[in-house]
């Protein structure tokens, strides 16, 4: 899997949008951008993922660049339950490959 | 729908002892994963199976780790013997190559202490 560069932390004002930035300059065609979070003492939780155009679902939207070498994770209204590490992964969709996860960027959402 | 499910969820043996960890997939999942996630780290696969078949095991370190999945749907990680360095969370995750669109669903994880 090619790999992603995300920052290490952010902070959000709660009731804010939170938008986490992914790098992902060496993405193949075949290959999509996943997010997934991790809340403290949980496993990580499938949030959303695309290919090529922007996705929205309940919990999120994702906009990947014409070029497919960044992306953005919106969180519309950020809430306290929101805060938790949030990992940007691309992978090829079919085959059950493995998700290959960095480091993650590690979100705060303040009351 | 009930999730995967792991056991147990806390572990706290003295080294040298084995240790086991089980998991249940979702049902109808055919595809299996048991990852190790150190303190402030990502996860890491350290085997996927497909069915009963492991088809990535190469992350295993087979000298202490082993693992199985019997009828390919329940599945065990084994430790023996345990090294301080074992101290982790060990993570299952299951998806479905003919239904979703591949996303991995996890368990709550096991967390291993060797004393």
């Known amino acids: 899997d090619a790999k992603t560069t995300q920052p290490t932390s952010m902070d959000c004002a709660e009731g804010r949008a939170a938008n986490l930035p992914c790098n992902h300059s060496t993405i193949s065609g075949n290959e999509y951008v996943y997010w997934y979070r991790q809340i403290h003492s949980q496993g990580p939780q499938y949030i959303i993922h695309?290919?090529?155009n922007n996705e929205t679902n309940e919990m999120a939207s994702l906009i990947i660049t014409e070029d497919r070498k960044s992306s953005t994770l919106i969180l519309p209204h950020a809430t306290l339950r929101d805060t938790a590490v949030y990992y940007c992964?691309?992978?090829?969709?079919?085959?059950?490959?493995?998700?290959?996860f960095g480091t993650g960027t590690r979100l705060t959402i303040i009351p | 729908e009930a999730g995967v499910v792991q056991s147990p969820r806390y572990k706290i043996i003295e080294k040298k002892q084995p240790v086991a960890f089980w998991c249940n997939p979702i049902?109808?999942?055919?595809?299996l994963y048991w990852y190790l996630q150190n303190l402030g780290q990502g996860p890491e696969l350290l085997i996927r199976y497909e069915n009963e078949e492991a088809v990535d095991d190469s992350q295993l370190p087979k000298d202490r780790f082993s693992a199985e999945r019997l009828k390919g749907v329940d599945s065990t990680l084994k430790i023996q013997p345990a090294e301080l360095g074992d101290s982790a969370v060990y993570l299952c995750?299951?998806?479905?190559?003919?239904?979703?669109?591949?996303?991995?669903?996890f368990g709550e994880g096991s967390r291993l202490t060797v004393l």
């Open positions: 995750a299951s998806s479905s190559t003919s239904v979703g669109t591949g996303e991995l669903f």
């Open positions: 992964i691309v992978r090829v969709i079919f085959g059950n490959e493995k998700l290959t």
């Open positions: 049902s109808g999942h055919n595809t």
């Open positions: 695309g290919l090529k």
